[in-house]
């Protein structure tokens, strides 16, 4: 099992994977692209297992790197820091913020295929991208908890996928393997695994602050093994170049 864990992106999913990796008792390096003394707060706040480094420090020293920045940035990702260690993709793609990619429009690749072709060294798997980060924190468990979730998972390697796997128990989390990086579309944006399923349904008619104290607010809906599997498997493949984000 990993014992640290190295966070290449520190915003609000790579936040929650932190705070949950700490509580879990792993150690914990945070990057991002402006650099460790921007982030100061929130190393003090995750206490002594958590250091702030650059991110090909944070590939170094890392048993298990995860990858949290936008799609738009993942050709800076160290590809020679991560060679031969499991990278965690949570990445997903959104044109209006990302701008436009060819393949990614036109259906040839998955985002995490081409992540994985810019990390070719590297065994890149797909998890943690389809629940917003709070959800993503208030619902982990236990393992024998009976309100325990889900997350799907998709990756080309069958050892890298058991090695996050593993890493998902230790957070909080059951992960459903549903299949490899071409796979990886079924849990996108846009599909029915995608965020809802994990978020209790907003009430009409709130306005911009009710809408947020919301968000911030209202419990996560467990999602068990069963039901991330029936969601994944009745999704629908559409151009990645439609996705929108929803919450999160």
């Known amino acids: 099992m990993a014992k640290t864990l190295g966070l290449i992106g520190s915003g609000m999913i790579g ?26 707060d929130l190393v ?58 060819a393949e990614l429009d036109a259906g040839t690749l998955t985002s995490s295929a081409l992540v994985q072709r810019h990390l070719a060294e590297s065994q890149v798997v797909k998890a943690f991208n389809n629940v917003d980060f709070r959800r993503l924190f208030l619902l982990a468990r236990p393992a024998d908890a009976p309100d325990r979730s889900s997350l799907p998972i998709a990756g080309d390697d069958r050892a890298a996928k058991a090695q996050v796997a593993r890493l998902l128990d230790t957070l909080g989390y059951d992960a459903v393997d549903i299949g490899t990086l071409a796979d990886s579309w079924r849990s996108e944006p846009g599909t029915p695994v995608y965020v809802q399923p ?16 919301w968000f911030f607010e209202t419990p996560g809906v467990p999602v068990p093994a069963g039901q991330v599997k029936e969601l994944t498997d009745m999704a629908v493949r559409r151009s990645a170049g439609d996705a929108r984000a929803t919450l999160g």
């Not at 994977?17 to 945070?30: I, K, M, T």
């Open 15 to 40: 936040s929650a994977l932190a705070r949950l990796a700490v509580s879990a008792g792993l150690e914990v390096v945070v990057s991002n692209s402006r650099g460790p003394e921007t982030l100061a």
């Open 44 to 101: 003090a706040e995750l206490g002594e297992h958590a250091r702030a480094a650059t991110p090909a420090e944070a590939a170094w020293a890392a048993d298990l790197v995860v990858a949290t920045v936008p799609l738009a940035g993942y050709e800076r990702l160290p590809a020679a820091g991560l060679a031969g260690k499991t990278v965690i993709d949570t990445m997903n793609y959104y044109p209006e913020r990302d701008g436009r990619i």
């Open 198 to 213: 994990y978020i209790a349904t907003r009430p009409k008619e709130m306005d911009q602050e009710e809408t947020q104290r």
